[in-house]
T-cell receptor
């Protein structure tokens, strides 16, 4: 199984809502990543978890809160988002920190 | 510091003709280089990876790339374009000197004309 899954595929939320994005992999990878991708732009790194510990936070606003409950699962909790946060959110995993990354299909988020 | 420049934001080819997507990189260390493809509303798929073993790297779907250290280039090629190759392509660099994992180029949109 070389697949990274993400749910939901699409999410529409208001600025006062709280929602969560989920990412799962069963490849035994110990590094997991969240990226944000705006239209016609490359992905921008948000967070990196290595062995379930947050190792990189790229100065992301606190309205985005990552969580890594176990080695297979990565969540991104969303609260009080702004319309400019609308984007494709990609999850990736790699065997180890700095390894080849496998990407999920992404969650298309729209903030209204 | 590492950086990547994709020299063309858009490339248009006819089906059955060769594809060339150009990428130059800058790296303080011996880099790992990747090409990823992204179809509309999809995630990124790894096409191929260079990690200092062989300078000519073969990837999936008939793509290959050649690492040229003297030119700091890692251009992606395919002998014959197929309609399904139409997508966004990202050149990516990673080196040991960077904690940021991957540095993405700005992307090249490939259009394949019938």
């Amino acid at each position: 199984d070389t697949e990274v899954t993400q749910t939901p595929k699409h999410l529409v939320m208001g600025m006062t809502n709280k929602k969560s994005l989920k990412c799962e992999q069963h490849m035994g990878h110990r590094a997991m990543y969240w990226y944000k991708q705006k239209a016609k732009k490359p992905p921008e790194l948000m967070f990196v978890y290595s062995y379930e510990k947050l190792s990189i936070n790229e100065s992301v606003p606190s309205r985005f809160s990552p969580e890594c409950p176990n080695s297979s699962l990565l969540n991104l909790h969303l609260h009080a988002l702004q319309p400019e946060d609308s984007a494709l959110y990609l999850c990736a995993s790699s065997q180890v920190y700095r390894g080849k990354q496998y990407f999920g299909p992404g969650t298309r988020l729209t903030v209204t | 510091a590492q950086s990547v420049t994709q020299l063309d934001s858009h490339v248009s080819v006819s089906e059955g003709t060769p594809v060339l997507l150009r990428c130059n990189y800058s790296s303080s260390y011996s880099p790992s280089l990747f090409w990823y493809v992204q179809h509309p509303n999809k995630g990124l798929q790894l096409l191929l990876k260079y990690t200092s073993a062989a300078t000519l790297v073969k990837g999936i779907n008939g793509f290959e790339a050649e690492f040229k250290k003297s030119e700091t280039s890692f251009h992606l090629t395919k002998p014959s374009a197929h309609m399904s190759d139409a997508a966004e392509y990202f050149c990516v660099v990673s080196d040991l000197g960077s904690a940021r994992q991957l540095t993405f180029g700005s992307g090249t949109q490939l259009t394949v004309l019938p």
